[in-house]
């Protein structure tokens, strides 16, 4: 007999912590249960695989943990990922897209969003920017359409922002909360070729550890940066509690100190994240399972199909 089985379609989703990826994935499988944050701390703490069939296709939504995260560190994050795909290199199932989520409702870029976006064009690498769709939530939450309208346009226009991955073939969307507005993103994805990431060609075919990744040496240079910055800062507090003890100003003196010990622990944290960077595969994997952190993947519930969505497959594939 030949009968050949549903056609496997790898979507990672990824973006900061609190862009709705979870929310995204879970509208998509129509399934409640996905592990969505409802509060500003973050959520997703693992790479979750939650499989959905759509036609003839078996679609992998693959959730993981945002940048920014309160628990897990840039650096745990963008290793989480890179063993995640190193791993799945090697079982050959190469990602046919990749989403990357942003909050429309946002006023500005932040310092930090502008970074994580420039660790994620290093994991990715320019020729899977055509893979990447560059997708907006959280339409609801902006009162004035015309001001996201701009907010997007100037996502677009930006070469430091999309720009460059718009050139060279990401496309946008607005994802706006529903089930059908996320499978319209998911029917463009279907008809890509699956592609190797950066991350995947230089830790599976060129042999480097993650620490020697574009990405890791760009999270590398980040935080050495913020170290640096943060150095400044703690000699500037240190010179006025100086002054203030020359002055005899207790109160001023005490806050001061108060603002040292938080200063001084951002500082450690930042030398701490510097220093497990450079963790070797093994010793990543090893921290990884021992924190109950999963790499890999859970089917979080039975394969379901998604009905009348076919019709949207069929309109967006021809
Ligand atoms: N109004 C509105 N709220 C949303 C939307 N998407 C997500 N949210 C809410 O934003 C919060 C965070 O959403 P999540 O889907 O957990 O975000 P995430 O990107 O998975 O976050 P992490 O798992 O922490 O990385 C939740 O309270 C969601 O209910 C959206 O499109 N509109
Ligand atoms: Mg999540």
Redesign the pocket.
């Known amino acids: 007999m030949n009968y050949k089985g549903p056609a496997d379609v790898y979507i990672a989703v990824l973006?900061?912590?609190?862009?709705?990826?979870?929310?995204?994935i879970s509208t998509c499988a129509q399934q409640e249960d996905a592990?969505?944050?409802?509060?500003l701390k973050?959520?997703?703490r693992e790479i979750v695989d939650i499989p959905i069939m759509l036609d003839n296709f078996r679609v992998h939504l693959i959730?993981?943990?945002?940048f920014d995260?309160d628990t897990l560190s840039d650096t745990e994050v963008l290793q989480l990922l890179s063993v995640w795909l190193y791993e799945t290199y090697h079982e050959n199932h190469l990602l046919n897209g990749i989403i990357f989520?942003h909050r429309i409702s946002d006023t500005r870029m932040s310092g930090s969003a502008r970074k994580h976006l420039k660790t994620f064009r290093k994991l990715c690498g320019p020729d899977a920017f055509k893979n990447i769709c560059l997708v907006t939530?959280?339409?609801?939450?902006i009162s004035n359409l015309v001001e996201g309208e701009r907010r997007e346009d100037e996502l677009k226009s930006t070469a430091e922002y999309w720009g460059t991955m718009c050139e060279k073939g990401s496309k946008v969307f607005r994802?706006l909360?529903t089930t059908e507005s996320g499978m319209e993103i998911i029917a463009q994805i279907l008809r890509m070729d699956k592609v190797k990431l950066q991350v995947q060609r230089e830790m599976a075919e060129e042999g480097l550890e993650v620490r020697d990744t574009a990405a890791a040496k760009e999270l590398g240079a980040q935080i050495e940066s913020d170290r640096l910055r943060q150095l400044l800062e703690l000699e500037r507090v240190q010179q006025d509690i100086a002054e203030a003890a020359q002055e005899r100003d207790k109160e001023m003196e005490k806050i001061l100190r108060e603002e040292l010990a938080v200063l001084q622990s951002i500082y450690e944290a930042k030398v701490r994240e510097g220093e497990m960077l450079q963790d070797s595969l093994q010793a990543i994997k090893a921290r990884s399972s021992s924190a109950r952190m999963v790499i890999g993947r859970i089917v979080t519930s039975p394969l379901k199909l998604v009905e009348g969505l076919a019709s949207i497959l069929k309109r967006t594939m021809v």
């Open positions: 973006g900061a912590t609190g862009a709705g990826k979870s929310t995204f592990v969505v944050g409802h509060s973050s959520c997703t959730d993981t943990p945002g995260d989520m939530s959280m339409w609801g939450n994802f909360g």
